[in-house]
């Protein structure tokens, strides 16, 4: 039997990656007539678009009950939503949402894929919960990848339950119009300000491009626990005037289509929604060959610059080299917007992704 009633599950349709591969997986899927229902733990502000076809369905909020009794209460309404719903197939995004719901839904009989949405290695922090999210996707009816790299997290008797499907780039990136430019000033990043994204490291090799570029600006798009202490940083290389922190913005492709060039300076990833949006416009872009992802979108000096983890030199001379060579910009990114267009555009996931599902031993 085919697949044809999905139940997903987030924390909420807000403020991170996983979140919004979620609303452009689940839109897409009912918009082809699947029955397709979404599970949330929250209903926030500036919520990602989701499709009116999707059956949202959201759990309890804590009403001052202790932390054990309310997640009694919570696993006893995620059973009751799965019985409901009836599913096909139970599909969790986030290292949280994957463990409740694998012990909410045991003796079901209904296929659970266990998905990464980040590099396995090192996220999440704790090992405890690496090991238990591992064991967990190990009794999972499918484990769902990103890139081809993540694989070597688990076991080689795994390879038969994993299924790799890239992140899609929504369809409103891929159209936007990037005009030629014939300068590069506006250099920016976007994501979580935290120790992952290393925007550290970013300061540090802007402030070395900026002592012989001084018409430069650097925009840092997000917020998170390290603002402060970026912004310290800034006042403590002197670059305040040049350097500006914007918060969350609710429209990603107009602050991309004002940039020059993205640079994203993380310590690891996934596979990296912020780097392919930027691609999608058609920008320039600059990223650290961390694992995992990067090198799985970019051509070094084709579409794009990869440059190594925690150097501050190499990424200050890439920066150095889009500022002094234009044209090569232009081509990268026209080359970037290409790769993103055949590549990783909503209806080519989509396809895959129901492929994949139907094709795990279980789940048709």
Known sequence: MAVDKYLFVTNSLSSGGAERVVSILASGIAERGYEVHLILYERVQHEYPISDKVHIHLLPKNKGESRIKYFAKKLAAMRRTIREVDPHIIIPFLPDQVNHFFVASRFMNIPFVSTVRNNPFQYPDSKRKRAVGKIVALCSTGIMLQTEEQAGFFPKF????????????????????????????EIATFGRLNTQKNQELL??????????????????????????????????????????????????????????????????????????????????????????????????MSDGILVRRNNVSELAAAINYCVTNPAFCNEAGKAAKKKMKEEYQVDIIIDKFIREINGIKGCS
């Open 203 to 300: 300061i540090e090799a802007f402030a070395v491009a900026y002592e012989t570029n001084p018409t430069l600006r650097l925009s840092l798009y997000g917020a998170g626990e390290e603002a402060d202490n970026l912004k310290d940083l800034v006042k403590k290389r002197g670059i305040q005037d040049a350097v500006t922190f914007r918060g969350r913005v609710s429209n990603v492709a107009e602050a991309l289509v004002s940039t020059d060039l993205f640079v994203l300076s993380s310590n690891y990833e996934g596979m990296p929604n912020a780097l392919m949006e930027a691609m999608a416009v058609g920008l320039p872009c600059i990223s650290t060959d961390c694992p995992t992802g990067p090198s799985d979108l970019i051509n070094n």
């Open 158 to 185: 795994a390879k038969r339950k994993t299924l790799v499907v890239p992140n899609p780039v929504s369809n409103e990136l891929i159209d936007s119009h990037y005009p030629k430019r014939d300068s590069i000033q």
